[in-house]
């Protein structure tokens, strides 16, 4: 028993030491720029922007392969940090300011077709055929495909309202010098 012991503990510890020394020795640098952006942008990877997910979306604009307008749910405030960061202009009156949403279900017109079941990118969306769909508060990303693809219009889009669990200190604005 003791040899067992001994030898599976011998194995363990030499292949422990060998994955890292390999892990250094053969270690791939990331770019930092990438990860910079990705911190920047809102993490909610809904692919509204085109991308499968922030990262995606965060080594385009580090190439240069798409513009710093690409992130729908993080408003002008994204857009303003990433073209500060990549050292772009960019006219922010084209872009809107939003707001952090939710799909809401409205049951008097919902007729359970699930073509927003079947649309939705994060599984956000519980029903099945012929009734009333439901949508999960802490899994919807605010994409808005369920809207398009609603029949009846059942599918609204609303502001995230203020609770204990929601409501967070704003930043305090910057002090002008003539303050």
Request: charged share 15%; aromatic share 4%; proline share 6%.
């Amino acid at each position: 028993m003791f040899i067992a012991v001994a030898s599976l503990t011998t194995l363990g510890l030499a292949l422990g030491l060998m994955l890292g020394f390999a892990a250094r020795k053969l270690a791939v640098e990331g770019n930092a720029l990438v990860a910079e952006i990705q911190a920047i942008l809102p993490g909610s990877q809904c692919g509204q922007c085109g991308f499968p997910g922030c990262a995606g979306a965060a080594q385009a604009l580090a190439e240069g392969q798409a513009p710093v307008t690409l992130c729908p749910p993080g408003g002008r405030e994204v857009v303003a940090a990433l073209a500060l960061k990549l050292g772009v202009e960019v006219n922010l009156s084209g872009v809107q300011e939003s707001v952090p949403s939710i799909a809401e279900v409205r049951e008097e017109l919902c007729i359970g077709c699930t073509r927003c079941y079947k649309v939705c990118p994060t599984d956000a969306i519980l029903g099945s055929a012929k009734h009333i769909h439901a949508v999960f508060r802490e899994a919807c990303t605010a994409c808005g495909k369920c809207v398009d693809a609603c029949p009846t219009e059942a599918i609204l889009m609303r502001p995230i309202p203020v609770t204990l669990q929601t409501w967070y200190w704003q930043k305090p604005e910057a002090m002008g010098a003539a303050a």
